[in-house]
């Protein structure tokens, strides 16, 4: 058994997306390793984003379920009596288990602890990296604070926490190695040092479960290799699986754990990189075959599958 | 050999050249367009004879003045542009020095300290008498604007939100006042929270149908909405005794003591001669003191987590959401605490006008406090209240400008240039500073050194 699917994090099972008539993702399961670096690949238009936007709430998928274990084991009968109770999430003897697909998308980062990064990169532009990397500790500051109540009257201890939460956000920048831009605007920053800070900034959410949406998009090699470190240490160090989306295939194999392929909306394989890599509908998908070789392919497929 | 379709660059000189024909022939169409502008509405008059018709007559002289004014205008321009351009630099879009900040940083304190001695200077210098139309007219009138300016800069300047019915919060407090002093008589200092409470409250009722909208269609929403409050204050007639207003409301008391000349007045009470600037006077520190604390919350609260995220929801909503906050709470408090500003402004309106009818919250009320804080830099404080000086108090200047009487003719009256001066302002605004007088930004914390942030970078908001 592999180990996400003896102590899967994330359990999706099911999940469709329509858009009116169009099937974007279609009767989708695939699970996401606790100590994993899942990689999400397929062809442009194959449904990633999709599912990304399913995981962290920014769909309301048109069915599945989508099951987190933040703590223990999402054990199927619990999953089960929690999905009966008409709950968003609930305590079970397992763990606490949290279903996104009927939560609301801040919630979902909030409580479940499901951070992510954007393809187009969506940073506060105008505001400085520091403060990009506070506002993504709004939530823990906000309690500090006394709901701005206490804050505004200058009573409690905000000032040490927001204290801690520079520290914690110096930290992620000497990681990423933008410490001595911490005062400019992020806009300033270079294409490469964005897509860092971004993902700096997920992490400052403290997540469980970190979602990269093309997070190599762009970057020259030795600023691959550094992603490349950078995700390693995120899995190791702060005990986040993560799960990406990604075309460069020296990312994807070189990293990643388990990958899942998607093609017209649903699964064509899942496994091991080197399964993957070897899986013939997966080179079918991406290398292409002409239309009337297709039903031939998937024949010659088969009786491999069935050979083997 | 690739033949190259090469276009003759001819018509642009590259530098010093003047091309006497072309200027010619565009300041020649401008004056033609000008004459075809202004031929319906310069040539020609109606006026009355003597047997009460109207008879046109023809003044064919006026869109020819016109028209060569503009043809002149434009030459002139051409030639100024056509010089060389060494001693121009380029001009990039560059945040100020540190110096620079600091500068104005000194000069907000500088400013206050001269706001607290403004009506005893004028006082001294000009009179009782002659001091009044300075405080009153001058520095009350400015400073509600200021404050209104800087409850709105909340909603429209941190987060973003375009808020065109600001008004209506404005009146909620004014006849809130208004309503709970003559009914209950209660005291303006128990009012004044209450005020506040009550904007705040239709703060959030008018902003929790409006949260789903952006743009364009959350203002033309909060526009209705403002419009709504006035036509309920107008046709609520048991409460609000409709167009009529409500008069005879308590005037401002030293905190009890009232502005009389009675034995226990308050001249009398401090051993002073009476004078009704010392209303004035107070009134004026009143609206000071509200419109400084305005400002010393905003400031704390930009520094405070709800502040980072009202300008993060600024930049960039989706973000928001992905890392956990509620935009929906976060833009309610954005709503709530601009409304209580505006609410306690109009309560202090009330208070000093003594009458409050719906008249004064008409929709040119919230564009006037809209284009502070356009005008002064979204998001700025010292920009909204330099724009509040510029707006009120250029309008207010106009009424001094007698001498241009002696120059255009008795019936010359400049206050009705007014709209047409600040449209012309509106329109030079956009042309030499697009992002208002500060167009900077100020991070709300930093690690090592401050920096201004440019305008460029810092997004306006979706609404």
Same mark, same amino acid.
């Given at each position: ?29 695939? *699970? ?22 399913? =995981?962290?709430?920014?769909?309301? $998928? ?5 099951? !987190? ?36 998308? +801040?919630? &979902? ?28 500790? +709004? ?39 933008? /410490? ?62 993560? /799960? ?12 990643? #754990? ?51 | ?38 031929? $319906? ?22 869109? %020819?003045?016109?028209?060569?004014? =503009? ?24 945040? $100020? ?6 500068? &104005? ?6 400013? =206050? ?28 009138? &400015? ?18 939100? /375009? ?23 209660? *005291? ?17 009722? !008018? ?25 309920? !204050? ?38 002073? #001669? ?29 520094? /405070? ?69 356009? !005008? ?61 007088? %500060? ?5 709300? %914390? ?18």
């Amino acid at each position: 058994m592999s180990s996400w699917q003896t102590d899967p994090l994330l359990v999706v099972e099911h999940l469709t997306m329509r858009f009116g008539g169009l099937v974007a993702v279609n009767n989708l399961s695939f *699970s996401v390793g606790r100590t994993d670096i899942t990689a999400l690949i397929g062809p442009n238009g194959a449904g990633k984003t999709t599912v990304f936007n399913c =995981v962290t709430g920014f769909y309301k $998928p048109t069915e599945g379920r989508l099951a !987190l274990a933040r703590q223990g084991i999402a054990a199927a009968p619990d999953v089960e009596h929690l999905t009966g109770t008409g709950a968003r999430h609930g305590k079970s003897n397992s763990g606490n288990i949290y279903l996104l697909e009927r939560m609301p998308g +801040h919630e &979902i980062a909030d409580k479940a602890r499901v951070a992510r990064t954007f393809q187009n990169i969506r940073l506060f532009t105008g505001m400085t990296v520091l403060e990009n990397l506070l506002v993504a500790q +709004h939530n823990a500051l906000m309690k500090a604070s006394g709901y701005t109540v206490l804050g505004v009257l200058g009573i409690g201890g905000y000032k040490a926490k927001e204290k801690a939460a520079v520290a914690k956000a110096i930290s992620w920048l000497d990681k990423i190695g933008l /410490l001595d831009r911490a005062d400019d605007p992020a806009g300033d920053l270079p294409y490469g040092d964005q897509r860092r800070l971004e993902i700096a900034r997920a992490m400052c959410t403290d997540p469980i479960l970190l979602c990269l949406d093309e997070p190599a998009a762009g970057l020259n090699p030795r600023e691959s290799l550094e992603l490349n470190a950078l995700l390693r240490s995120i899995r190791n160090d702060h005990n986040t699986a993560v /799960l990406l989306i990604e075309h460069d295939m020296s990312v994807v194999m070189e990293i990643s #754990d388990h990958v899942v392929v998607l093609d017209y909306g649903t699964k064509i394989a899942d496994g091991t990189p080197q399964e993957i890599r070897n899986d013939p509908r997966v080179i079918a998908a991406y290398l292409g075959v002409e239309d009337e070789e297709v039903e031939e392919v998937e024949a010659e497929i088969d009786m491999a599958e069935k050979a083997s | 050999m690739q033949i190259q379709a090469s276009k003759p660059v001819a018509a642009e000189p590259v530098s010093g050249g003047f091309d006497i024909m072309a200027a010619v022939k565009d300041a020649g169409f401008a004056a033609l367009v000008t004459l075809g502008l202004s031929f $319906p509405i310069l040539a020609f008059r109606t006026q009355e004879d003597i047997s009460n018709h109207l008879i046109v007559v023809p003044r064919w002289s006026w869109p %020819i003045t016109a028209a060569i004014l =503009v043809f002149v205008g434009r030459f002139a321009a051409i030639l100024f542009r056509s010089r060389p351009r060494a001693t121009r630099a380029p001009t990039l879009p560059k945040a $100020p020095s540190a110096s620079a900040t600091f500068l &104005i940083r000194y000069a907000s304190w500088f400013g =206050v300290a001269a706001l607290i001695a403004f009506p005893m200077v004028m006082v001294a210098a000009l009179g009782a008498g002659g001091s009044l139309k300075w405080i009153n007219n001058y520095g009350i009138q &400015i400073l509600i604007y200021v404050m209104l300016g800087w409850g709105l800069n909340i909603v429209v300047g941190l987060s973003g939100l /375009l808020d065109l019915g600001y008004v209506a919060f404005y009146a909620v407090g004014a006849y809130s006042y208004a309503l709970l002093s003559t009914t209950f008589g209660l *005291s303006f200092w128990i009012c004044l929270p209450l005020a506040g409470l009550l904007a705040a409250f239709w703060g959030i009722i !008018l902003g929790f149908p409006v949260l789903r909208l952006r743009g364009d269609y959350l203002a033309i929403v909060t526009l209705a909405f403002g419009e709504i409050i006035r036509l309920v !204050l107008i046709n609520w007639t048991d409460l609000t005794n409709g167009y009529a207003g409500i008069s005879s409301i308590p005037r401002a008391t030293f905190f009890g003591v009232p502005f009389t000349d009675d034995d226990d007045g308050f001249a009398h009470l401090f051993g002073m #001669d009476y004078s009704p600037i010392q209303r004035t006077i107070f009134l004026f520190y009143l609206i000071l003191a509200l419109a400084l604390l305005t400002n010393a919350v905003t400031l704390r609260l930009r520094r /405070l987590p709800v502040g980072r995220a009202w300008e993060a929801l600024r930049e960039d909503e989706i973000a928001c959401r992905s890392l956990g906050i509620n935009t929906t709470n976060t833009k309610l408090t954005a709503f709530a605490l601009g409304a209580m500003f505006g609410g306690f402004a109009g309560s202090f309106f009330a208070v000093r006008q003594g009458f409050v009818s719906p008249e004064s919250f008409t929709f040119i009320e919230s564009a006037t406090i809209l284009a502070i804080v356009v !005008l002064g830099g979204m998001g700025s404080q010292i920009g909204v209240a330099l724009a509040a000086v510029l707006m009120i108090g250029g309008t207010e200047i106009l009424r001094e400008l007698d001498f241009l009487k002696a120059v255009f003719g008795r019936d010359f009256d400049p206050v009705q240039y007014r709209m047409l001066i600040f449209g012309a302002g509106m329109v030079l605004m956009m042309i030499l500073k697009p992002r208002g007088i %500060i167009s900077t930004r100020t991070p709300s %914390i930093f690690y090592k050194e401050q920096k201004a942030i440019s305008g460029s970078l810092v997004k306006e908001g979706h609404g």
